[in-house]
């Protein structure tokens, strides 16, 4: 118990019942000074005047889980959302801890401000891949600060062409943290690249994963093998583990590939993802199974086979909807061909805001979400977000799609999709006269979308 003084009794206290009044005055300013020193069960404890309250116990910090999207054009905060948890998950890595950045394009200083801070200060490992279409200055800082001796703890590197294949690009966006703030084992994923124009010109969806240590582990044996800057052996896998099933890429091309390696059309991750579906005898309102879609590139041969995939499940009955920032004229054809139950609903996601002939708004998102009957189970929840676009890239380069069992986490990206669908998309148009039967209803012109905001354009490829 600590001590407490009571004042001296004063030699001019007065007398009756003032010094009565004056001694109860004394009795209530000592219980004041002994509450601080003993309380009564349950009491809180009175502080003295000018002493410092005691510290609140810090609260841990973890990265905000789950999925997270970006607004672009709004400024603040909700632009530069996903930009910035992965700065705070980089300002809070531990001690000699590792993170690990693949980036198809990286422009942003800030991060490679707070990449080289973490190292310079807490002596954090960083290790960062991007694809080699060029260099700005926030990668020529962060390749004079980090070096490109890959042997080393921290490095920078680009990949001449895909990290693990044979030719194309580096197309995989994610980031590993072995340990920051109470967190081990983090993966951020998703759309998101380390790029200006990905906060101001695009919708990107960046998914967090703390703690599992299983896709972790996954894909740091990914990364060493990137770092070589040669053909993985194996280069596709396929693996599953709970509620996640994750899908690498590429497949090996000719000359590589095996009869049991080589991409065939079975092979492909979305055809595997979409074979399960059963269109009927779902636990939805209308009993049909939800199929929704967010692509940003689609196109070319692959792109058409996806297309066709999906329009045979709308024709099976399936309640699907597609939004696409760019389609090929090949992919455009598909979504142009009726089936008994119509056209497919397909909106574009691409706007051209200045005026210029060329889209400069739209949705980044590689986004495929499945509610219904999926596997034999009528009520199932799918998410499928990576970094792979619709397109015959997507089979040779360096990619990831993560397939992901979550009712919650679909709620999120179903809510998301809805208000992009109803508030950022626009209609095709149509083209010619719609299209020319012959009398036994054989196409002789097919019809098209003449959507001049969904041309082919190489430039698609470079995002």
Same mark, same amino acid.
């Given at each position: 118990?600590?001590?407490?003084?009571?004042?001296?009794?004063?030699?001019?206290?007065?007398?009756?019942?003032?010094?009565?009044?004056?001694?109860?005055?004394?009795?209530?300013?000592?219980?004041?000074?002994?509450?601080?020193?003993?309380?009564?069960?349950?009491?809180?404890?009175?502080?003295?005047?000018?002493?410092?309250?005691?510290?609140?116990?810090?609260?841990?910090?973890?990265?905000?889980?789950?999925?997270?999207?970006?607004?672009?054009?709004?400024?603040?905060?909700?632009?530069?959302?996903?930009?910035?948890?992965?700065?705070?998950?980089?300002?809070?890595?531990?001690?000699?801890?590792?993170?690990?950045?693949?980036?198809?394009?990286?422009?942003?200083?800030?991060?490679?401000?707070?990449?080289?801070?973490?190292?310079?200060?807490?002596?954090?490992?960083?290790?960062?891949?991007?694809?080699?279409?060029?260099?700005?200055?926030?990668?020529?800082?962060?390749?004079?600060?980090?070096?490109?001796?890959?042997?080393?703890?921290?490095?920078?590197?680009?990949?001449?062409?895909?990290?693990?294949?044979?030719?194309?690009?580096?197309?995989?966006?994610?980031?590993?943290?072995?340990?920051?703030?109470?967190?081990?084992?983090?993966?951020?994923?998703?759309?998101?690249?380390?790029?200006?124009?990905?906060?101001?010109?695009?919708?990107?969806?960046?998914? !967090?994963?703390?703690?599992?240590?299983?896709?972790?582990? /996954?894909?740091?044996?990914?990364?060493?093998?990137?770092?070589?800057?040669?053909?993985?052996?194996?280069?596709?896998?396929?693996?599953?583990?709970?509620?996640?099933?994750?899908?690498?890429?590429?497949?090996?091309?000719?000359?590589?590939?095996?009869?049991? /390696?080589?991409?065939?059309?079975?092979?492909?991750?979305?055809?595997?993802?979409?074979?399960?579906?059963?269109?009927?005898?779902?636990?939805?309102?209308?009993?049909?199974?939800?199929?929704?879609?967010?692509?940003?590139?689609?196109?070319?041969?692959?792109?058409?086979?996806?297309?066709?995939?999906?329009?045979?499940?709308?024709?099976?009955?399936?309640?699907?909807?597609?939004?696409?920032?760019?389609?090929?004229?090949?992919?455009?054809?598909?979504?142009?061909?009726?089936?008994?139950?119509?056209?497919?609903?397909?909106?574009? /996601?691409?706007?051209?805001?200045?005026?210029?002939?060329?889209?400069?708004?739209?949705?980044?998102?590689?986004?495929?979400?499945?509610?219904?009957?999926?596997?034999?189970?009528?009520?199932?929840?799918?998410?499928?977000?990576?970094?792979?676009?619709?397109?015959?890239?997507?089979?040779?380069?360096?990619?990831?799609?993560?397939?992901?069992?979550?009712?919650?986490?679909?709620?999120?990206?179903?809510?998301?999709?809805?208000?992009?669908?109803?508030?950022? !998309?626009?209609?095709?148009?149509?083209?010619?006269?719609?299209?020319?039967?012959?009398?036994?209803?054989?196409?002789?012109?097919?019809?098209?979308?003449?959507?001049?905001?969904?041309?082919?354009?190489?430039?698609?490829?470079?995002?």
């Amino acid at each position: 118990m600590s001590q407490v003084n009571f004042p001296p009794r004063s030699r001019s206290l007065p007398r009756g019942r003032t010094a009565l009044r004056a001694r109860l005055a004394l009795l209530l300013v000592t219980a004041v000074a002994l509450s601080g020193a003993v309380l009564a069960p349950g009491a809180a404890p009175v502080e003295a005047a000018g002493a410092p309250a005691p510290a609140a116990k810090a609260k841990k910090w973890y990265p905000t889980p789950g999925v997270k999207f970006n607004t672009p054009r709004v400024g603040g905060e909700r632009q530069f959302r996903l930009e910035q948890q992965i700065i705070e998950a980089i300002r809070h890595a531990k001690p000699r801890s590792t993170i690990k950045m693949s980036m198809f394009s990286f422009d942003r200083m800030p991060v490679a401000d707070a990449l080289i801070a973490a190292k310079r200060k807490r002596k954090v490992h960083v290790q960062v891949i991007v694809n080699g279409h060029e260099t700005p200055g926030a990668q020529s800082k962060l390749r004079k600060y980090l070096g490109k001796k890959r042997h080393r703890k921290s490095w920078f590197y680009q990949c001449k062409a895909s990290c693990r294949g044979q030719g194309d690009v580096n197309h995989s966006k994610f980031v590993l943290f072995s340990r920051t703030g109470a967190a081990k084992n983090v993966v951020m994923l998703g759309s998101l690249n380390m790029k200006l124009n990905g906060a101001e010109n695009q919708w990107n969806d960046l998914l !967090t994963v703390n703690s599992s240590p299983k896709l972790y582990d /996954t894909l740091h044996g990914v990364f060493k093998e990137m770092k070589r800057d040669r053909l993985a052996r194996p280069a596709y896998i396929s693996k599953e583990f709970g509620r996640y099933h994750l899908y690498v890429l590429p497949f090996p091309r000719k000359g590589a590939a095996t009869k049991r /390696t080589k991409y065939t059309v079975n092979r492909d991750p979305i055809s595997r993802l979409l074979a399960p579906i059963k269109c009927t005898g779902a636990k939805t309102d209308s009993g049909r199974t939800i199929v929704r879609v967010n692509m940003h590139a689609w196109d070319a041969d692959r792109g058409k086979m996806i297309a066709n995939k999906f329009r045979d499940l709308y024709a099976k009955g399936c309640d699907v909807k597609i939004m696409v920032g760019y389609a090929g004229a090949k992919v455009r054809n598909v979504f142009a061909s009726r089936t008994k139950r119509g056209l497919m609903p397909t909106r574009s /996601t691409g706007f051209d805001t200045d005026y210029d002939s060329e889209v400069d708004l739209y949705s980044h998102e590689k986004i495929l979400l499945i509610n219904g009957n999926y596997g034999g189970d009528r009520g199932k929840k799918v998410v499928v977000t990576g970094s792979s676009n619709y397109q015959n890239g997507g089979q040779y380069g360096d990619e990831l799609i993560l397939r992901v069992f979550s009712n919650s986490l679909y709620r999120r990206y179903a809510d998301n999709w809805g208000m992009k669908w109803r508030n950022e !998309t626009h209609g095709f148009s149509w083209g010619g006269s719609g299209g020319l039967r012959s009398a036994s209803g054989r196409w002789l012109v097919p019809p098209v979308y003449a959507d001049d905001l969904g041309i082919d354009s190489e430039e698609w490829r470079d995002e």
